[in-house]
């Protein structure tokens, strides 16, 4: 993918999710393996729970915004899952996570990039009801996944790791 300038407002969206997923790699590199079961209060979910479900999340995501009928209401959230990551297994090791998370933002981007900007452009049905563009949709999931790195982070200063942002630009 082309970095600047862009040729499509596609393109530098897929960037910002490219951006997303790295940091989400990056943070989750730094916290051992050993440390995955970890979780900050007993009902939050744990570090490869979290992980988890930003995978699962995507693969739903990118696989409704590339459909040509995509609509995320036609079924529940538990269907969506078990429809686009269904495959995956019940225990993953932190590699395997750290792995997929990279597989998935590639078929995610060929898929997307594959269905070109005209199709994002097209009105889907949100999980409100509300119909909006597949392109700020897609948007919706590039925030959900900073949200979740930020929550990665702040899981790796409570286990006394220094977040990679923070060695990153620490490093200059």
Same mark, same amino acid.
């Given at each position: 993918?082309? #970095?600047?300038?862009?040729?499509?407002?596609?393109?530098?969206?897929?960037?910002?999710?490219?951006?997303?997923?790295?940091?989400?790699?990056?943070?989750?590199?730094?916290?051992? !393996?050993?440390?995955?079961?970890?979780?900050?209060?007993?009902?939050?979910?744990?570090?490869?729970?979290?992980?988890?479900?930003?995978?699962?999340?995507?693969?739903?995501?990118?696989?409704?915004?590339?459909?040509?009928?995509?609509?995320?209401?036609?079924?529940?959230?538990?269907?969506?899952?078990?429809?686009?990551?269904? !495959?995956?297994?019940?225990?993953?090791?932190?590699? !395997?996570?750290?792995? #997929?998370?990279?597989?998935?933002?590639?078929?995610?981007?060929?898929?997307?990039?594959?269905?070109?900007?005209?199709?994002?452009?097209?009105?889907?049905?949100?999980? !409100?009801?509300?119909?909006?563009?597949?392109?700020?949709?897609?948007?919706?999931?590039?925030?959900?996944?900073?949200?979740?790195?930020?929550?990665?982070?702040?899981?790796?200063? %409570?286990?006394?790791?220094?977040?990679?942002?923070?060695?990153?630009? %620490?490093?200059?």
């Amino acid at each position: 993918m082309s #970095r600047e300038p862009y040729s499509s407002l596609l393109e530098e969206a897929v960037e910002a999710w490219e951006e997303a997923r790295s940091g989400i790699i990056a943070e989750a590199e730094v916290i051992p !393996d050993g440390r995955y079961g970890w979780r900050p209060v007993p009902d939050a979910r744990s570090t490869g729970e979290l992980l988890r479900h930003l995978l699962e999340s995507s693969l739903m995501a990118t696989g409704e915004l590339a459909r040509e009928d995509g609509d995320f209401t036609r079924q529940g959230y538990p269907e969506f899952i078990a429809e686009y990551a269904g !495959d995956l297994p019940v225990e993953m090791e932190p590699a !395997d996570l750290r792995k #997929r998370l990279r597989t998935s933002f590639e078929s995610g981007r060929t898929a997307l990039l594959g269905r070109g900007e005209l199709h994002m452009l097209e009105r889907i049905r949100r999980f !409100d009801g509300l119909r909006g563009t597949r392109l700020a949709w897609f948007q919706h999931l590039v925030a959900h996944e900073y949200y979740h790195r930020g929550q990665i982070a702040l899981y790796a200063r %409570q286990m006394g790791i220094v977040p990679a942002l923070t060695r990153r630009i %620490q490093a200059g």
